[in-house]
T-cell receptor, first 113, second 114 residues
């Protein structure tokens, strides 16, 4: 049973560029949440997708957007990258049978130069 | 609004000593509480969780935590530290209000001395 998978694992972008990160949830999960973890900090909630719609959103600007596909996989898009966007981006999935428990992928390391 | 406070960004213990990592939460409704562990360059792994019922929760790797409503606390303990326990630990809270938004504390890095 595959867990949560994310791609790419590492990437480097230039200020002002755009980036797309991808996530496949754990089998049987239909809800995907995205988190940003800056160095030395705890994960910060970006947003959550359920039934292909954004259900909840944290305190992040509109430069951060997402999408969920019919197979429950998800993308996180960040436009007009800033140096401060450098972080580990974590995807977490959950479902009806996981209760309130979210399960994380290994993350995508984004470096903005 | 939910929030989590982890007391102590760094905790150092000797191998074989008691591990105590402190967590206090704020929630407007009965919370769901979690502890996650993160090893270097990895994602977060669930250690244990409290939803309802028994307030003393046992998790993996010998860890346990006790939910104390009156103190709004959910401290993590392990009777005897092992070198492999060295990692970052995150306490988290979630409210079952239609979405599973989980809020994390800033983390506590555990060092284990030989």
């Amino acid at each position: 049973d595959a867990g949560v998978t994310q791609s790419p694992t590492h990437l480097i972008k230039t200020r002002g560029q755009q980036v797309t990160l991808r996530c496949s949830p754990k089998s049987g999960h239909d809800t995907v949440s995205w988190y940003q973890q800056a160095l030395g900090q705890g994960p910060q909630f970006i947003f959550q997708y359920y039934e292909e719609e954004e259900r909840q959103r944290g305190n992040f600007p509109d430069r951060f957007s997402g999408h969920q596909f019919p197979n429950y996989s998800s993308e996180l898009n960040v436009n007009a990258l800033l140096l401060g966007d450098s972080a580990l981006y974590l995807c977490a999935s959950s479902g009806a049978f996981s209760g309130n428990t979210i399960y994380f992928g290994e993350g995508s390391w984004l470096t903005v130069v | 609004a939910q929030s989590v406070t982890q007391l102590g960004s760094h905790v150092s213990v000797s191998e074989g000593a008691l591990v105590l990592l402190r967590c206090n939460y704020s929630s407007s409704v009965p919370p769901y509480l979690f502890w996650y562990v993160q090893y270097p360059n990895q994602g977060l792994q669930l250690l244990l969780k409290y939803t309802t019922g028994a307030t003393l929760v046992k998790g993996i790797n010998g860890f346990e935590a006790e939910f104390k409503k009156s103190e709004t606390s959910f401290h993590l303990t392990k009777p005897s530290a092992h070198m492999s326990d060295a990692a970052e630990y995150f306490c988290a809270v979630s409210e079952n209000t239609g979405g599973f938004k989980t809020i994390f504390g800033a983390g506590t890095r555990l060092f284990v001395k030989a």
